[in-house]
């Protein structure tokens, strides 16, 4: 199976500030047929079930803030809040969908400092 | 707008079984690959298992192979997750989740879009 992992385990930031969380897959989640990464991040508040927020690497779901990025190819990955707002307090899971074990990272909570 | 409302979760006994089902609407439920994704309390996301939009692939995660079975009524618009032999491991919140379209009716990879707001399963003595 495709291990997941993600740094930092948590991170506290001030509003308007800038977070970074990172993913790494034990092997390349990037398809050559298709020049593909396979590679999904979903945001998780508090109660709530996951919501997918990027897929391949880098697209942005219809109706996501543009202060969301992704990036990334191959095994390393980056997902950036660009200006931090409160609403974006939560859990961010990153996803491979490579092989059938769809294997999430144990998830990066983020607060406001 | 679409919308997948999972029923069926409780208090089982270790060594038990349950029936966890999934309700979709909004979307043409025959023409989507299905899966069940279960967190524990406190913990990550785990996949569990999928089925193919015709019910004829399933896929298990190692775990639970040989004990849960997936299935749907795609007349009905549901999906469901047998659980057998459960022990006090697989108590988690259960989430039914949809895949984004994909055209192939035999391998599909994409990621999943839609989630339902997930049903508890506790398993104790």
């Known amino acids: 199976d495709i291990v997941m992992t993600q740094s930092p385990d948590s991170l506290a930031v001030s509003l308007g500030e800038r977070a970074t969380i990172n993913c790494k897959s034990s092997?390349?989640?990037?398809?050559?047929?298709?020049?593909?990464?396979?590679l999904a991040w979903y945001q998780q508040k508090p109660g709530q079930p996951p919501k997918l927020l990027i897929s391949?690497?880098?697209t942005r779901e219809s109706g996501v803030p543009d202060r969301f990025s992704g990036s990334g190819s191959g095994t390393d990955f980056t997902l950036t809040i660009s200006s931090l707002q409160a609403e974006d307090v939560a859990v961010y899971h990153c996803?491979?969908?490579?092989?059938?074990?769809?294997?999430f990272g144990p998830g990066t909570k983020v607060d406001i400092k | 707008e679409v919308q997948l409302v999972e029923s069926g979760g409780g208090l089982v006994q270790p060594g038990g079984s349950l029936r966890l089902s999934c309700a979709g609407s909004?979307?043409?439920?025959?023409?989507?690959?299905m899966y069940w994704v279960r967190q524990a309390p406190g913990k990550g996301l785990v996949w569990v298992s999928r089925?193919?939009?015709?019910?004829?692939?399933?896929n298990y995660a190692d775990s639970v192979k040989g004990r849960f079975t997936i299935s749907r009524d795609n007349a009905k618009n549901t999906l469901y997750l047998r659980m057998n032999s459960l022990t006090v491991e697989d108590t988690a919140v259960y989430y039914c989740?949809?895949?984004?379209?994909?055209?192939?009716?035999?391998?599909?990879?994409?990621?999943?879009?839609?989630w339902g707001q997930g049903t508890l399963v506790t398993i104790s003595s």
């Open positions: 989740v949809r895949g984004r379209y994909c055209s192939s009716p035999t391998s599909c990879h994409t990621p999943f879009d839609y």
């Open positions: 089925m193919n939009s015709d019910g004829s692939i399933t």
């Open positions: 909004g979307f043409t439920f025959n023409s989507y690959w």
């Open positions: 092997q390349s989640v990037l398809y050559s047929s298709n020049n593909k990464n396979y």
């Open positions: 391949w690497a880098s």
């Open positions: 996803q491979q969908y490579y092989s059938t074990s769809f294997t």
